[in-house]
């Protein structure tokens, strides 16, 4: 790891657990920099290889680059391999699972009546509000009047919501079944 990448990995850590960048002189104590000049041409070398700006009063705000992550080959979920740490291109989180910010939610998993879909009490589900549906895509749908996430299922002409736990039952709405949105992704913490 080269020294402004060591930089970068500081100011990260610093902004996700404040939410803003200290000035010039917190920066070179949080890096180990005496020189406030030294500072400045750290800034200047990151913004321009687009991770920060510099505002006309000279904050300091990220951009784009910020807070992509550095997406490694892959590992090897099967039996045992040697390790491949070839680095590919920055991966952006946020553009691979949200395309429509202001039509994506998230929503958080109460309940286990889709854990054999992967769901988990406690998982952060993505979903695309408005996005089409079929048969067999797992939605957040408002059934009755209620919310429920579960599978979109279709049987004579009737759609229906499947759970992904045999312990439930199929949902058949009495009045109104809507589909709120599709479900793009998920997340957990361990």
Same mark, same amino acid.
């Given at each position: 790891?080269?020294?402004?990448?060591?930089?970068?990995?500081?100011?990260?850590?610093?902004? /996700? *657990?404040?939410?803003?960048?200290? $000035? #010039? =002189?917190?920066?070179?104590? !949080? +890096?180990?920099?005496? %020189?406030?000049?030294?500072?400045?041409?750290?800034?200047?070398?990151?913004?321009?290889?687009?991770?920060?700006?510099?505002?006309?009063?000279?904050?300091?705000?990220?951009?784009?680059?910020?807070?992509?992550?550095?997406?490694?080959?892959?590992?090897?979920?099967?039996?045992?391999?040697? /390790? *491949?740490?070839?680095?590919?291109? $920055? #991966? =952006?989180?946020?553009?691979? !699972? +949200?395309?429509?910010? %202001?039509?994506?939610?998230?929503?958080?998993?109460?309940?286990?009546?889709?854990?054999?879909?992967?769901?988990?009490?406690?998982?952060?589900?993505?979903?695309?509000?408005?996005?089409?549906?079929?048969?067999?895509?797992?939605?957040?749908?408002?059934?009755?009047?209620?919310?429920?996430?579960?599978?979109?299922?279709?049987?004579?002409?009737?759609?229906?919501?499947?759970?992904?736990?045999?312990?439930?039952?199929?949902?058949?709405?009495?009045?109104?079944?809507?589909?709120?949105?599709?479900?793009?992704?998920?997340?957990?913490?361990?």
């Amino acid at each position: 790891m080269n020294k402004d990448h060591f930089y970068l990995a500081k100011l990260r850590d610093y902004y /996700a *657990n404040t939410g803003v960048f200290p $000035p #010039y =002189s917190g920066i070179a104590k !949080l +890096i180990g920099m005496r %020189s406030k000049g030294g500072v400045s041409a750290m800034v200047k070398r990151l913004a321009n290889a687009g991770y920060l700006d510099v505002t006309s009063d000279r904050r300091i705000k990220p951009q784009k680059s910020f807070f992509e992550r550095e997406l490694f080959d892959y590992v090897q979920a099967g039996l045992p391999q040697s /390790a *491949n740490d070839t680095l590919a291109e $920055p #991966y =952006s989180i946020d553009e691979y !699972l +949200i395309n429509t910010p %202001s039509r994506t939610f998230l929503l958080t998993i109460k309940g286990d009546s889709m854990i054999d879909a992967g769901l988990m009490p406690g998982d952060v589900v993505i979903v695309k509000k408005g996005a089409p549906a079929k048969v067999g895509n797992i939605i957040v749908a408002i059934v009755d009047g209620e919310y429920t996430v579960k599978y979109l299922e279709a049987r004579d002409g009737q759609y229906y919501l499947r759970p992904a736990n045999k312990a439930y039952p199929e949902i058949y709405a009495r009045d109104h079944l809507e589909i709120f949105g599709l479900v793009v992704g998920s997340f957990r913490k361990y």
